[in-house]
């Protein structure tokens, strides 16, 4: 990021910005200016909010995700009860690793993974164990496999928790199929009389909303014995404005009860003002109405850099093409590295383009040797203009590095 | 909180809320119809920020505080690069104790204490340990003898910080002069080396703006040698909005930089819209305008509160009468108990009154057995107009309780 201010003519393929020419300036403008109306009508805008949240936005978000999840009866899982409001997502990710996780405790990931959750991980003392994933996502027979292995060496003991990036997958792109999240559920299940304790599924659906091709795929939370032992972590910030940063979880008790005191010492309850302006959008119809206006406006970005893709990549470097959010999964030749201490990150940054290492995204304990030929090319927080010339200095850069290694 | 919304008679001398009536609903519209003009102008409002917070916003608030203090040189303890924005003050304490303590570790607090912050050291397994405050504050002797105790003891090998809430004492009402808190940082020093590392003070000033009575007073980082010892953490939300949180701390290398890895784990950045408003509202001189609005309004709710005392109270009953912030600290003969199983708080709540007893405010391992006969009484939240007639409430309770005592 520092390189991105410090050099105008940088265009940075790395950053997980969302797409700032679309970003709600005028909606925005007119919902606090209604919300600020007159002091009556505004003062509980301005005051303190309660810790969980607010009532309205909590029910608000349990029935959008019951739409989203295609389930008609009020379901269990779905209680506004069990919202809970935050700073962004990754605050519940954070309240939530730290509620159930011990020093020394276990979390499976996705090998690879989003690297902010390692820092959150590796920051509590907690081991990060990688699970593979395949072109559809989790391996489940090597989750199997895993999990007999941590049950015979007794380490299943110290494992709380599996964590899933389950939606246009941060770095892969991957979204997983609900078959597939039942299938990990149940298997979770299976060996918690080993475990001695629950293991928690933690579906991350950040991007959840950013789809812009295919058929919407229900939660984990739809999944029959959900409703204890999956938490769910969604955001509006990045299908309304990163700015405006509003995030919630959904969480089972005794769990939710543990993370509302941690919120309590963090924060006593998230910015009341954000709150309330995530309150109109949704009632008033005008998220939605831009959410249609950001996947157009990401489905012609992502179009861009594939057709970018196509005509500046050299024919040995492949690539995942995402059905939403905000990422290309690329690979390389496997002689040819691209971390930041290689040479090809280095002619990156000196052709003035950023990309992120994939290396970055593996859990230390990682399932194979980590790969240093990956990385994550994101078509978010570029400009629309300056995405083909962003992938044209990157080809650029890829097309000598392969033929040196010729 | 769920008394007060569910019966709608009661009156809260409860709540650290701040003024309702006086929130800057007007300014605030005016402010982000301002910040979001155009659509140029108002991306950046709407993006994420950086960690470590809005560059102007910490350099505004370098500056205020340097004048605050009455610092005129460029002052090594109040440079920008310290300063860290964050979702009000609270999180600054979260974050600094969970980067220098560890489980078992020791922070000594004033008996009594912010309530809170006491929840934020159990949660993390620290022991809190009061240090007796006097009417100007803390008690520097007892300071000292526990200081040497846990020398002799090996205790003070855990020991790691002393909070204090420095300004209008959360829930006393004091504030603690320069001479005291300069004494009190001179003293951990001298136990450094028996610590074995570095012993912190860390100086909570979220009432600090909310003075209407007397000198202000500079804070520790004015204090020779605070620069490496002394971390500060204020905020902007009670003095302008409280549903728009920002916060601030300021903090010395190398824990500045633990602590913003600790804040990307939590959230990477405060809201960057809460982060703009502040930046207009002091920039344009509409915080400080506010402010003395402010200031006399709490200056008269605080004269109505102790009239009111004055008229209702029973002879038996005394009171702290503060220079600002919110709360009166008021004591009974010590034969009457007052907290929450005590007669006197279910007669109060049956009366429609509510305060917060004083027993929640210390430490379990208290200087003292700790008194059942305070309470923290609050002219924050309530009505102006309600005052008068809570106390009214309050005081006939009290004048029953010490007619039963007799």
Redesign the interface.
Known sequence: ?ALTLSRPDMISLAAG??D??S????E??EI??EL????AK?????????TPGDETLRLLTAERLQRLDGVRKRSAAHDPRRVMIS??S??IL?MVTEALCDEGDIVLVEDPTYF?YL??LQ?HGLQARGIQVDRDGLNLAHLERTLEHMKRSGAIRRLKMLYLVSYFHNPTGLTMSLEKKARALALLRRYERAAGHPIYLLEDAAYRELRFRGEEVPSALVVRGAGSRVIYAGTYSKPF??????GFGVMPEPLFSTVI??K?????G?????Q??LVKALGLGIYDAHLDRLRKRYARKSAVMLRAFQQHMPPEVEWWTPDGGLYFWVRLPSGIPVGQPSRVFKDAVRANVLYVPGELCYASQSSRRIPANEMRVSFGGARLADIPEGVARLGKVLRTAVRRAR
């Open positions: 990021m910005f969302t700032n020419e970003l709600p300036v005028r925005t403008r606090v200016r600020l109306s007159n002091p505004g003062r509980p805008t301005l005051q303190y909010g309660v700073g962004g990754q605050q954070y902010v820092g959150i920051s404005a990163t700015g405006v940063r509003v005191r941690i309590g010492n963090h924060d006593f998230t910015a009341n003002l954000t309330q302006i």
